[in-house]
T-cell receptor
Framework: TQLLEQSPQFLSIQEGENLTVYCNSS?????LQWYRQEPGEGPVLLVT?????EVKKLKRLTFQFGDARKDSSLHITAAQTGDTGLYLC??????????????FGDGTTLTVKP | DTAVSQTPKYLVTQMGNDKSIKCEQN?????MYWYKQDSKKFLKIMFS???????INETVPNRFSPKSPDKAHLNLHINSLELGDSAVYFC??????????????FGPGTRLTVL
């Protein structure tokens, strides 16, 4: 069974602060995706990383895939209230018995206070 | 304009009843999914269909039966509802499920409450 553990599970910060969310596994993934889910809505894809060590930036968000493709991090610079939401990582493999399935992490609930 | 839509948004019912949730996507995707998100926000895949054919069937009680009349629709029927079925159910669709960069588009969810 592939498991993805996210930390922290809950994070409450003031607007303007920086934060990092981690997504860790003992399994190797072909790709790692980050989603943001707002209350009452479905998850929306933010980014996909596929190469070990890859870094992608999306405005104030920086995503990194670990060298061994087992972990990932999401760093937010100068958080804004609009960043509030549930952040989910999802790993995918393309070979083997779990091919084509996305395994989701247990989520990080971020609250950014004004 | 909605890409993936689900009905109903909320469903409150008694234990033992049978209920259905409907999902439609207008993205032209071949693959659709059902996920269950529990009270701890953990999102777990239940089923996946590719062009009306079942391709993923996780360990889900056989009280849950998906049906795909065409590749744009994937419905979920639940028999003999139990308290533990209370959750938010998400439908999703994608075009290249076997690809590592495949993007899944999620519906708004159906919050099921079993009393």
């Amino acid at each position: 069974t592939q498991l993805l553990e996210q930390s922290p599970q809950f994070l409450s910060i003031q607007e303007g602060e920086n934060l990092t969310v981690y997504c860790n596994s003992s399994s190797v993934f072909s790709s790692l995706q980050w989603y943001r889910q707002e209350p009452g809505e479905g998850p929306v894809l933010l980014v996909t990383v596929v190469t070990g060590g890859e870094v992608k930036k999306l405005k104030r968000l920086t995503f990194q895939f670990g060298d061994a493709r087992k972990d990932s991090s999401l760093h937010i610079t100068a958080a804004q209230t609009g960043d509030t939401g549930l952040y989910l990582c999802a790993g995918k493999v393309v070979v083997g018995t779990n091919a084509g399935k996305s395994t989701f992490g247990d989520g990080t609930t971020l609250t950014v206070k004004p | 304009d909605t890409a993936v839509s689900q009905t109903p948004k909320y469903l409150v019912t008694q234990m033992g009843n049978d209920k259905s949730i409907k999902c439609e996507q207008n993205l032209g995707h071949d693959t659709m999914y059902w996920y269950k998100q529990d009270s701890k926000k953990f999102l777990k895949i239940m089923f996946s269909y590719n062009n009306k054919e079942l391709i993923i069937n996780e360990t889900v009680p056989n009280r849950f039966s998906p049906k795909s009349p065409d590749k744009a629709h994937l419905n979920l029927h639940i028999n003999s509802l139990e308290l533990g079925d209370s959750a938010v159910y998400f439908c999703a669709s994608s075009q290249f499920p076997s690809g590592s960069t495949d993007t899944q588009y999620f519906g708004p969810g159906t919050r099921l409450t079993v009393l």
